[in-house]
């Protein structure tokens, strides 16, 4: 395809946009494939506590993903995203049959080190290849629906190979899923999926970003932009890893029975999916930086809360305020890295991100344990919740604006802006809440 014939923009490349979202869709539904009955088959099978083995997974998982998320930026650029993505499909074949037939526990965590390199790889790949697409203007709506479907089918999966093990058994069944999802990826990638290099170069061009010097050490800190999304990237995975192992535990230490801790604890990953729908287009339109502050200081608040927390509706509503803080920082993150980067950075800066962020699912694993059993869980819970605050406070006193190009929250609020009028604000809104693409 000659040069002058590639177009960037999500209404320009929607048919490969949708396919790479289905794809993802894919990708998430392998991680969804034993979230509910890991631990199941962990204690009925193999006589491991539960709390140990989710522990273990989410370790593993955490620093596999993370360490091939690194790789695979920095792979990408030299061999293109798609053989990335089909490499991903490739080493996730043995998966569903390890889980099906393991005859030990360490078969099962081989089967997580592999989940962790076809995740890193899968989603990484597709993660950069929508952003490539759809040039500058509509990244956070992109990565918004990237998120969104990826961890709705993480839910959706999780929910059907638990409902297929109480009908017919933990094992093998529910990982049948599995092979379809897999061989469904891998044959999608090889012959529907075309690489975006093409729309790197095409980028380029009008690209005035400078590359940056030292890609990991800009990254992971001295970039102030940068450096503030990556802090704030593994911190909110760190309050999400502790969420996932002691939010439970918690619930079950005050007494809710085991259909109320269902409840909350869907609601919170349920908030999170469906609002990266509409704060991914908000990302595109307002301050990223005034996005990541808030919705780290959101998550911040409820954390800290929820120790004090006693009856349904408290749990109800600072689970819905912690997955709408999540949503609003998940799509920001990967925007913000790519607004931030030259086209030909993209790639091995987002890894590196992405690197930093998926390690917070095992320092946060690491340091809840700790502390819960030194001293309690309540005080875990305000430990993680203060270092979510202080990241939400490093963004706002860090973090820059980009100039001309995006409107300040509380202006936007408040309709104070001198540069917006109560048309252009009403405008605005309507771009905000609209999930079709211009």
């Excluded at 929820?306 to 997955?323: C, E």
């Amino acid at each position: 395809m000659h040069q002058k014939e590639i177009k960037l923009g999500l209404k320009e490349n929607w048919k490969q946009f949708t396919l790479l979202v289905i794809i993802n869709a894919f990708v998430g539904g392998m991680v969804g494939l034993e979230r509910s009955i890991l631990p199941q088959i962990a204690e009925k099978e193999f006589a491991i506590a539960a709390r140990t083995a989710i522990l273990s997974f989410i370790i593993v998982f955490g620093i596999v993903k993370a360490i091939t998320n690194y790789y695979t930026g920095t792979l990408a650029n030299k061999f293109g995203r798609k053989k990335m993505l089909v490499i991903g499909w490739i080493i996730g074949i043995p998966i569903p049959f390890i889980l099906m037939f393991a005859p030990s526990w360490s078969w099962i965590i081989t089967a997580n080190v592999l989940l962790g390199i076809n995740q890193g790889l899968t989603w990484s790949s597709t993660v950069v290849m929508k952003i490539d697409l759809v040039g500058e203007k509509q990244r956070g709506f992109a990565m918004g629906l990237n998120e969104f479907a990826g961890y709705i089918a993480v839910a959706a999966v999780a929910f059907l190979t638990g409902w297929i093990a109480s009908k017919f058994g933990i094992r093998p069944y529910p990982f049948y899923i599995g092979i379809g999802l897999v061989f469904l990826g891998l044959l999608g990638s090889v012959f529907f999926i075309k690489d975006t290099k093409q729309h790197v170069v095409k980028e380029s061009i009008n690209n005035t970003i400078p590359l940056l010097k030292n890609i990991f050490w800009d990254t992971t800190w001295k970039n102030k932009n940068l450096g503030s999304v990556t802090q704030a990237g593994l911190i909110n995975n760190l309050n999400d890893g502790m969420a996932w192992g002691i939010f439970p535990i918690l619930l079950a230490t005050k007494g809710f029975s085991i259909v109320e801790i269902g409840i909350v604890t869907a609601i919170y990953p349920a908030v999170w999916g469906i609002g990266q729908l509409f704060t991914g287009k908000m990302a595109d339109n307002l301050c990223k930086k005034d996005m990541l502050y808030v919705g780290m200081f959101l998550q911040a608040i409820a954390l800290i809360v929820l120790v004090w927390a006693n009856t349904m509706f408290h749990f109800i509503i600072l689970s819905s305020i912690l997955g709408w803080g999540t949503a609003m920082v998940y799509p920001t993150f990967l925007a913000t890295v790519a607004e931030n980067t030259n086209p030909q950075d993209r790639a091995k800066s987002i890894g590196i991100f992405r690197l930093w962020r998926d390690l917070g699912y095992a320092i946060g694993a690491i340091l809840t344990g700790i502390i819960a059993d030194l001293i309690s869980i309540n005080a875990s819970i305000i430990f993680i919740g203060l270092l979510t605050l202080t990241s939400a406070f490093i963004i706002r006193y860090r973090m820059k604006c980009r100039t001309g190009s995006s409107l300040k929250i509380w202006d936007w609020i408040t309709n104070k802006h001198h540069q917006y009028t109560e048309r252009e604000n009403i405008k605005l809104l309507c771009n905000i809440t609209t999930s079709s693409p211009k």
